[in-house]
């Protein structure tokens, strides 16, 4: 190979080291491009998606207070609406307590009962739990009793002996202490609580304003329990946006 060969072949040699690494230079500019522009389309995507998740967990948050409203105001209008005038023992704003039958827990006796038997024989008194209170009526007069045991099939126990004579027939059934009443919570909030006969539990939360107002045969407002005959609960809540009210009359 001549000098002017050899000149060549080193010229050809280093024009093709030049195309290679310019080549290189172009695609790593344009993977650097791609990349950037991909991580800014996970980017939005991303947040797209934390948007979405959040709309859709208040929508899921939205719905399930609005199941929770809806099953706590069933359940108010049901049981104050099995209380009586008589039965309401406090009628305040911030909470309603009376006495109602709200497990329906009713039967009859089978035999007569004399002053002094604490053991009356019923026809059913299965599935009534030791401590309840209970009342046995008859023409002559009401007592209340509390069960010293569960009830069984043909018989129930009270505490304390009868007092008064009742005949065969003579109904009993089990009268449960109710209450519903407000809770604030730290955040500001508030709670609509159940208690029945002692044990508490929340019925609604996350409320705004919540009170019971009341009102008497003819329409005027009272918080004397023996005048009353319409419970009114007001709910005003945030995720509902807007005043709910119920309004719930005595049994006659």
């Not at 069933?74 to 009628?91: G, H, T």
């Amino acid at each position: 190979m001549n000098q002017r060969e050899m000149v060549k072949s080193h010229e050809q040699r280093q024009r093709s080291i030049n195309v290679m690494f310019d080549e290189r230079g172009v695609c790593l500019t344009e993977v650097m491009i791609s990349l950037t522009a991909g991580a800014i389309v996970l980017a939005a995507a991303l947040n797209a998606l934390n948007v979405a998740q959040s709309h859709v967990g208040k929508q899921h948050n939205d719905l399930r207070h609005q199941q929770d409203l809806r099953l706590g105001l069933e359940v108010f209008e049901q049981e104050v609406r099995l209380a009586v005038a008589d039965s309401i023992v406090s009628a305040t704003p911030d909470e309603v307590r009376f006495y109602a039958n709200i497990s329906a827990h009713r039967t009859v006796t089978t035999g007569a009962v004399s002053p002094g038997q604490s053991v009356i024989a019923v026809q059913d008194g299965s599935g009534w739990s030791e401590g309840k209170t209970v009342i046995i009526c008859a023409l002559q007069g009401c007592e209340a009793h509390q069960l010293s045991r569960s009830g069984q099939r043909y018989q129930l126990t009270v505490t304390e002996p009868v007092t008064l004579s009742f005949p065969a027939g003579a109904s009993v059934e089990v009268s449960n202490r109710v209450g519903y009443y407000t809770k604030r919570e730290e955040d500001g909030t508030m709670k609509l609580m159940r208690m029945v006969d002692g044990g508490a539990n929340t019925l609604i939360e996350g409320l705004e304003d919540l009170h019971f107002s009341y009102w008497d045969e003819h329409g005027h407002a009272t918080q004397q329990p023996s005048l009353v005959k319409r419970v009114v609960l007001e709910i005003e809540s945030n995720q509902s946006l807007h005043r709910m009210v119920r309004e719930v009359c005595l049994r006659s």
